[in-house]
T-cell receptor
Framework: GQNIDQPTEMTATEGAIVQINCTYQTSGFNGLFWYQQHAGEAPTFLSYNVLDGLEEKGRFSSFLSRSKGYSYLLLKELQMKDSASYLCAVMDSNYQLIWGAGTKLIIKP | ETGVTQTPRHLVMGMTNKKSLKCEQHLGHNAMYWYKQSAKKPLELMFVYNFKEQTENNSVPSRFSPECPNSSHLFLHLHTLQPEDSALYLC?????????????FGPGTRLLVL
């Protein structure tokens, strides 16, 4: 079966750095997405990786290793507004998105 | 503002009621999706429409009935629902091609079935 694993919850301190991991087992691979979802709001697109390596976008970076079935989202200089759930999703060989259950990130002052 | 709107934002209904959820996208996309989001579970894809044609129906019970009259509008008709259908229902849209199918989501309808 297809599976996406990410931690259920993480806690970090304002101003610090946090890394949210995602491992996947899917039938085929056509890219990996990270979304941010604040409580009661729509998921919003953060990043897309289809090739190995690190993609940097401001305070957020996303890394992919296809051989290891692994990705991480790195958040730097954490702000209170970064408190949200972070969803990892992989597009499989049928171009269907397979979703993880999300990681709830709690930022403390 | 994400360009995808959903109404209503909240809905409470009894098991014998009939209601409809509405989604509208203003992004010029050709694909639209319905997802179910339950607490601490992955997003569950329910239906996909590509150029107004239904291309996916992931074994969704018949008490959920989608309708896509044009590429900008998507409805989810609900009837004789069960309490376990209580969840957040999210609509999304994407370009419709296969290159980088980034999906853009609406804010969702929070549904409670009593």
């Amino acid at each position: 079966g297809q599976n996406i694993d990410q931690p259920t919850e993480m806690t970090a301190t304002e101003g610090a750095i946090v890394q949210i991991n995602c491992t996947y087992q899917t039938s085929g691979f056509n890219g990996l997405f990270w979304y941010q979802q604040h409580a009661g709001e729509a998921p919003t697109f953060l990043s897309y990786n289809v090739l190995d390596g690190l993609e940097e976008k401001g305070r957020f970076s996303s890394f992919l290793s296809r051989s290891k079935g692994y990705s991480y989202l790195l958040l730097k200089e954490l702000q209170m507004k970064d408190s949200a759930s972070y969803l990892c999703a992989v597009m499989d060989s049928n171009y269907q998105l397979i979703w993880g259950a999300g990681t709830k990130l709690i930022i403390k002052p | 503002e994400t360009g995808v709107t959903q109404t209503p934002r909240h809905l409470v209904m009894g098991m014998t009621n009939k209601k409809s959820l509405k989604c509208e996208q203003h992004l010029g996309h050709n694909a639209m999706y319905w997802y179910k989001q339950s607490a601490k579970k992955p997003l569950e894809l329910m239906f996909v429409y590509n150029f107004k044609e239904q291309t996916e129906n992931n074994s969704v019970p018949s008490r959920f009935s989608p309708e896509c009259p044009n590429s900008s509008h998507l409805f989810l008709h609900l009837h004789t629902l069960q309490p376990e259908d209580s969840a957040l229902y999210l609509c999304a849209s994407s370009q419709g091609g296969r290159d980088q199918e980034t999906q853009y989501f609406g804010p969702g309808t929070r549904l409670l079935v009593l």
